[in-house]
């Protein structure tokens, strides 16, 4: 399984990013898909996940400002980011748990300055 995130640079406070992440396999029907982050010096957190009953689930530092959609045909899942602040600043991860492997992609940095 591969997850090939895009999207990410550098933006000012305030503005919107979207990033998007293309998987190998079929992104209906996973245990969880969705985005996690990890900023310098600190542990990688939950952004935004779908459950496997389609549900999201988001991270408390992005609720309301951050949302998480997909499209199951084109096997893509993203992160709309609006409102973005520096602590927002992090190597965005894309993840899916098919069940019986937690896969991860390789990043894609997001950088906003103040």
């Known amino acids: 399984v591969q997850l090939q995130a895009s999207g990410g640079g550098l933006v000012q406070a305030g503005r919107s990013l979207r990033l998007r992440c293309v998987a190998s396999?079929?992104?209906?029907?996973?245990?969880?898909l969705g985005w996690y982050r990890q900023a310098p010096g600190r542990q990688r957190e939950l952004v935004a996940i779908f459950r496997s009953d389609g549900s999201a689930r988001y991270g408390d530092s992005v609720k309301g400002r951050f949302t998480i959609s997909r499209d199951n045909g084109k096997n893509e899942v993203y992160l709309q980011m609006y409102s973005l602040k520096s602590e927002d600043t992090a190597v965005y991860y894309c993840?899916?748990?098919?069940?019986?492997?937690?896969?991860w992609g390789q990043g894609t940095l997001v950088t906003v300055s103040s």
């Open positions: 993840y899916l748990d098919d069940g019986l492997h937690n896969y």
């Open positions: 396999v079929s992104t209906f029907g996973n245990r969880a």
